[in-house]
């Protein structure tokens, strides 16, 4: 055990200490920050080009009502939303308007047109209203002329039906809701008022979380590949097996790499919770979830380090080590597949199975216990004992493949050679 404490720390020190490390660690922030900066500024910076439409009403009785809506917008929209300029089109024929409106919208002289049916104030059947652009993507003008027409056709059949427009209006407004947790029992075993649902607790930190212990082990097993397979070449590993054993140097090298990722996580999970806390959602991180945190991150450095150290091991040239990368990468980016659908519904079977699955577990129960009001005890001590059992598996296989293939040059592995380097004796 002295000599894999002496390697691990060896491998610690030696990259720690390394420029590249430090610059990895202080840039990275960096670089995140700056996009979210980015995209706060495209955001901001939206192209605000006039979006000029036509509208075809056969009936002319719904398009003072866009017009109106456009000058509204125009007044209360500021400089950075584009303005929508409507114009009332041509009466006729609708095909040959169409034709018409397309052949101006080609030309870019529009954005787009509308035409209105014929009887949609009336209610006839299938009247209703269509949307033509050559720029589908751009949503905003559809969906603002969707609530705009509604409203005006709700409006015009009131006004016929002669029904009184403030009465029809109280009869038809929604109810709000409010979305609260649940009501919690004081120290005098009085009933307190229940607290307003967060977003930031509901969605935000969850994903954060799985999110970060992904980023911080998706960075930092690659670099244990790299390592292994740079110090093969260099023959280091003949004149180390001298003094300790294939398995040693695996663990050493091993917890070497987990202990500089939890000092990453360090560093990123203190500048999150300051974060937090500088933004007011500091209380919806809470303590235990940085402690699950660190836990299933040692799991997850275990699981995906051990497999790809053996991958390094196995492999002369990084080249070599493409085709046997990808079933692990594989396993790795499989929890990003179902995250969504947990997030959704985080207590469901899908859920429940999906975070039972030992690669997967550290991610995704980790975003089950940050949901409330998380899993059941018993599904978490299920977790824990697969996902422990499943890391010495998947280091035990590996110190069998580190045995050879560290001493193993000129050869192209292969899953068969790897499995025969298993089960050899």
Known sequence: MRKVAAIAVTEFVNTVRSRGFLLALMLTPVFIGASAVVQIVIKERVDTEDRRFAVFDPSGGLYPAIAAAAEGRALSG????????????????????????????RSRELFAFVMIDPGIVEGRQGAGFSYHTQTQAYLDLPLWLKGVLDEAVRSARVAGERIDKAAFARATKPAPMRRLGLVELGPDGAPRA???ASRAGDFVVPAAAMFLLFLLVFMSVPMLLHSVIEEKQMRIWEVLVASVSPFQLLMGKLLGNTLVSLSVSFFYLGGAVAMAERFGVGDQVPPQLIAWFLVFQLLALLIYGSMFSAIGAACSELRDAQSLMTPAMFLLIVPMFGWVAILRAPTGGFAMALSLFPPATPMLMLLRLAIPPGPAPWELALAIA??????????????KIFRV???????TPTLARLVEWVLAK
């Open 78 to 105: 500021g400089a950075r939303a584009p303005r929508f300029v409507p114009e009332r089109a041509r009466d006729g024929e609708p095909t040959a308007a169409a034709a018409e409106l397309s052949k101006r919208v």
């Open 194 to 196: 229940a607290a307003p």
């Open 386 to 399: 697969l996902t422990v059992g499943f890391s010495w598996l998947c280091v035990w296989t590996a110190g």
């Open 405 to 411: 293939g560290i001493l193993a040059q000129g050869q």
